[in-house]
């Protein structure tokens, strides 16, 4: 075989054929949450997390609501064997907030793991040892009878440390790790071996913890396997069904939704998704699928930049801007046709109405993030993207046409750049384009209001003082009147449009006027304290344009004469 070789590798084998449910299933709750951040988490990292470390992130854990938190493997390292100390000595834990320690097999471990505990009122003891053929030849060397007798005497070990605590809550869980990837006959017959031990009952439960160990195989095998073992298990009433997903084919969500609708009903993750090789399952994004689709998570994830703070912090691990539902970029709309039907839709919600904003799959206002970040313009964006943009920092609201004339300008300049810009620089390419203030400037101007509207308008032309008068059926018309009168050039308002103006401008009302001077179509804009000064100061910028451009074409023609 060459070094990239299929042939190499098989599929996994699929479960036996059985009447399968989950596919028709929606999931309607949240399910119990366990975090597994300060072990699966803590073991993943290149330097474990230090006592004070764990602190903060329990701390942040526990803020976010979740009530069963696995604080680590007690029994193999000294700052989880102290951090379960200063948890029960200090009184850190919460009511309604349940611990769970990890402990393989092996008597002497698991007599420290209760040494650990001393003093708790409640706990959840989480015995495993592995079970995938691969495991049983290659790294135990068992027969299947040998790794069920792993398990029965870790079973017994741990009942008869607990039954020394008798005034302790104990909660015992099972996991045969690497259930994925071991045959589901052995996965039941191994479960059961376990629950003949510890003799679950409805009042008091075990909980079986079904690992995705290592993600072999797509999340719809993983859903089959935790059905085909619910349907198969006995006591099924006296057992939690828990799922533990890892993400090595990138689908440990997936895993974890699917096997929730598949009947499992606890789901072992960790905040941000870090944790052995690719990761553990995500609780942010697994709880954020839920929230998204009106089903109450039961987490509050209303501040998750808190969130990624602690945990990229404890962990040294920086989140990819990307992330699912709580990337910085993520509510950014770059792309053109995104910034229009975003600007659309958003133009259009009402506060109390079901959220229906195209390309926003919730409200960003959600989690504390604004809709500064939503659209931003770069070479990629379109008239709707700056549009948003001036409207949103400067209540600027441009006409069709002028958008028509700017985005072409936008777009080169932002390739220009290679680069995002920003409101303000959209703002100063549009009064660069389209505002010129020389050399024919307003000086002064009063409007008498008989029939007509009459104008006597003073102004500054080439360095001369010019006043002129005229008549029309507004300030604009009685100007172009004068101003045809003067000069004997055609001028016509092709468009118009003014507006008052928010934001943070200094003037106060804008106007847009496209005007064809003696044939040219010109378009222009300007700003001023009123609505009427705007609207003459546009006029006056466009004809200051239209001279500019037939001055550059006539030195072009001078030039090709
Ligand atoms: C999928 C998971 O996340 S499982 C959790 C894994 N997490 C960790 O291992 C982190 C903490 N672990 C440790 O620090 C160490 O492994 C310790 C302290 C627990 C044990 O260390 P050591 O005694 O040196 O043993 P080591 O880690 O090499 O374990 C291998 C031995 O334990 C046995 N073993 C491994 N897992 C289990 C288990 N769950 N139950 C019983 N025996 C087990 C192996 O067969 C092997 O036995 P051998 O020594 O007879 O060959
Ligand atoms: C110990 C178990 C639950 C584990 O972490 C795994 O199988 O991934
Ligand atoms: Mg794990």
Known sequence: MTSFDHRKYRPVARVPAFDRQWPDRDLESAPTWVSEDLRDGNQALLEPMSVEQKKRLWKQIVRVGIEEVVVGFPSASQPDYDFVRWLIEEDQIPEGVTISVLVPCREHLIEKTFESLVGISRAIIHLYNSTSTTQRERVFEMDRQGIIDIAVNGARRVREHASRYPQV??????????FSTTEIDFSLAICEAVMDVWQPTPDSRCILNLPNTVEMAGPHHHADQIEYFCQNISRRDSVIISVHTHNDRGGAVAAAELALLAGAERVEGTLLGNGERTGNMDIVTLAMNLYSQGIDPGLDLSRPDEIIQVVTECT?????????????????????????????SLRKQGDDEPWQVA????????????????????????????????????????????????????QQESERLSGELSSESIRRLLFATFMREAPLSLVDYRLSRASEEGLTITLQNDGERLELEGKGNGAMSAFMNAWQQHTGQQVGILDYNEHSLGGDSDADAIAFVQLNVDGQRVSAVAEDSDTVSASLKAVISGLNLAREMAGASDSLSAMAE
Not at 169 to 178: K, L
Not at 316 to 343: K, L, N
């Open 359 to 410: 390309y926003l799959p919730i409200d960003p206002r959600d989690i504390g993030r604004d809709y500064q970040a939503v659209i931003r313009v770069n070479s990629q964006s379109g008239k709707g993207g700056m549009t948003f943009l001036l409207e949103r920092d400067y209540g600027i609201s441009l006409p069709r046409w002028m958008m028509l004339a700017l985005a072409p300008l936008v």
């Open 169 to 178: 809550d104990w909660r015992f869980q099972y996991s045969p790790e690497s």
């Open 316 to 344: 040294g691990i920086p989140m990819h801007p990307r992330h699912p539902w709580v990337g910085e970029m993520v509510y950014t709309a770059f792309s053109g046709s995104h910034q229009d039907a975003i600007r659309k």
